[in-house]
Every structure is written in C-alpha cells, then in structure tokens.
C-alpha cells in the first residue's frame, strides 16, 4: 500500500484554497471541482474542470497547464475537491499518469476533508475516474 507522508500546514492550507476555489467558481454544471497545487518555491496553482458529457477536461489538466503558461518549474503538491461541499478527490487514473510524467515526485492530498492524507502520487491506486465516493484503500487503512 501506499507511503503516508506528513500532513503539513501548507498542505491544510492548499486543501482551504481548493475548498475556496470550488465554493466560489463551482456553481454550474460546467464547473464542479476545484484543483490546488503548490509549487516548489510556494505559489499556488488553482484552476477547475471543464465538465462535458462525455470528456472534457479535469482540473488537474487544467493546473497543469497553468502552472506551464505562467512558468512555474515543479509542482510539489496537489489536492483536489468537489462543488457543494464535496470530499476531496482523488485524481483519475488519467491525470495520475499526465501528473507523473511531468511530476514524478509530486504529492497528493485525498481522504476526507476532516481527516486528510497526504501519499505520494505515484502511490494512488489507479481508478477509472472522478468518484469521490471512491476513495483509495490506501485511505480507510490509514490509521491503523
Ligand atoms: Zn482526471
């Protein structure tokens, strides 16, 4: 299973600025979740989805090519969450595998909001898609 690493304040605090993105921008069915990510030198990268029946783009995408256009080198961490409140949520298998190409070290945040985990991307258990419902194993095992 995967390596829990330590939850540190910035990694509460890009989980806040995530939850903030998506209360504030995820009000419609083309937006409905909200990505953070921190750079190795402390900005923070935020964008969300562009939803679509079928496809469209995920947030993750999105932050990535942000983080491209306004320069930044390294991403370290990411965490994203979902509109109306929604747990955070664990990147697809997709934007897993874009994420590590360009990011092989990079650190994501998933679990339940109150008790959040910190786990090396590389690490996630590979699903399908976006489905907050379904959370890593890696997750529920953790406090044990
Ligand atoms: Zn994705």
């Not at 402390?42 to 939803?51: D, F, H, K, P, Y």
């Not at 990011?103 to 489905?131: C, M, S, T, W, Y």
């Amino acid at each position: 299973m995967g390596t829990l690493m330590t939850m540190r304040d910035t990694d509460r605090a890009l989980v806040q600025a995530a939850s903030a993105v998506a209360k504030l921008r995820c009000r419609s069915v083309a937006h409905t979740l909200a990505t953070a990510a921190r750079t190795a030198d402390g900005r923070v990268i935020s964008a969300v989805n562009v939803a679509r029946a079928a496809g469209g783009a995920c947030p993750e995408v999105v932050a990535l090519a942000t983080a491209a256009t306004q320069g930044v080198g390294e991403l370290e961490t990411i965490v994203t969450v979902g509109d109306r409140g929604r747990n955070l949520v664990t990147p697809c298998d997709a934007c897993s595998h874009l994420l590590l190409d360009h990011f092989p070290a990079l650190r994501v945040i998933v679990g339940p909001p109150e008790n959040p985990k910190v786990l090396p991307l590389a690490d996630l258990p590979q699903q399908a898609n976006h489905d907050p419902n379904n959370l890593p194993d890696v997750v529920a095992s953790a406090d044990t």
